[in-house]
């Protein structure tokens, strides 16, 4: 009985240890059935304004901002939604995870590619907070886009008058 007791201990604090290297390796790196967005734009405000089909001079950065639906299907605790960052200079394809940083989606909360880009009003609400359903009146243009991105890296996504795509996998 003593040597069960001490196996079933030895079994245990091995799990333990191996759980332990895998959440340190984990918090680390980026594993293959998760992803990373970064979201940027390299149009202009006239290309934007083409891109939704607005009026010529109608969007207006001071008080409007670009906003992608990541390709997610969350829960509430991970945003589903991230501003549009249009400063797209040294953009690091060889840049590496760190914790905290970013945010990873796991392939229980990833969906297929279909996604939505919005032009919203400026409201002190933060953007990971809109809900299409409860604030409608801040939208001012939407559009059903198809955004391609691979699991096992940070997905630095472009959209621009061409299309949208992976900087990286060009």
């Given at each position: 009985m003593k040597k069960f007791i001490i196996a079933i201990i030895c079994i245990a604090i091995g799990l333990w240890v191996i759980l332990k290297i895998f959440m340190i390796y984990n918090s680390n790196n980026i594993l293959s059935n998760q992803a990373i967005f970064k979201v940027y734009s390299n149009?202009?405000?006239?290309?934007?304004?083409?891109y939704f089909g607005l009026e010529k001079d109608s969007y207006d950065p001071a008080?409007?901002?670009?906003?992608?639906?990541?390709?997610?299907?969350t829960t509430g605790f991970k945003p589903s939604k991230?501003?549009?960052?249009?400063?797209?200079?040294?953009?690091?394809c060889n840049e590496k995870y760190s914790e905290g940083k970013y945010i990873k989606y796991d392939n229980t909360e990833?969906?297929?590619?279909?996604?939505?880009?919005?032009?919203?009003?400026?409201?002190?609400?933060?953007?990971?907070?809109?809900?299409?359903?409860l604030g409608g009146k801040s939208i001012i243009s939407s559009k059903t886009v198809k955004i391609s991105y691979k699991t096992g890296k940070i997905n630095n996504i472009i959209i621009s008058k061409d299309g949208?795509?992976?900087?990286?996998?060009?």
């Open positions: 149009m202009s405000n006239n290309e934007i304004e083409e008080t409007q901002i670009l906003v992608c639906e990541l390709p997610v299907n991230v501003d549009v960052n249009f400063e797209v200079t040294n953009l690091n990833l969906n297929d590619n279909n996604t939505k880009l919005y032009i919203l009003k400026k409201t002190s609400i933060p953007t990971q907070m809109f809900n299409e359903n949208i795509y992976d900087f990286c996998e060009q």
